[in-house]
């Protein structure tokens, strides 16, 4: 069963940083795109980065852009999100997903089959 694992959530104050992590199975990893995305409470699932297989080019929300870096580690098939100068705005659960090229665009989460479960993001003022 294809699976992705996030890590590195966890509670920092504003200005603090963090990297995530989503390991997946290999055959996901190499065939699909793969994505981060956030969800508030409240608030509707958001697409905040996402990285293209084989070139590895990337894409960014207009909301995260120059805070946020998404990145591979080809030799582990994981996908990495940093997040510098967080803000109490970005507390949400992060979920990695893989997809494939559809019409809604990148960041668009229709275009996603496969999720992982999630890892919180919490900050304080």
């Known amino acids: 069963q294809e699976q992705l694992v996030e890590s590195g959530g966890g509670s920092v104050q504003a200005g603090g940083s963090l990297r995530l992590s989503c390991a997946a199975p290999?055959?996901?990893?190499?065939?699909?795109?793969m994505g981060w995305f956030r969800q508030a409470p409240g608030r509707e699932r958001e697409g905040v980065a996402t990285?293209?297989?084989?070139?590895?080019?990337?894409i960014y929300a207009n909301s995260v852009k120059g805070r946020f870096t998404i990145s591979q580690d080809n030799a582990k098939n994981t996908v990495y999100l940093q997040i510098d100068t967080l803000k109490p705005e970005d507390t949400a659960m992060y979920y990695c997903?893989?997809?494939?090229?559809?019409?809604?665009?990148?960041?668009?989460?229709?275009?996603?089959?496969?999720w992982g479960r999630g890892t919180q993001v919490t900050v304080s003022s």
């Open positions: 997903a893989a997809g494939r090229s559809c019409s809604g665009g990148y960041l668009y989460a229709g275009c996603f089959s496969i």
């Open positions: 290999k055959y996901t990893y190499s065939n699909n795109y």
């Open positions: 990285i293209l297989a084989g070139g590895g080019r990337t």
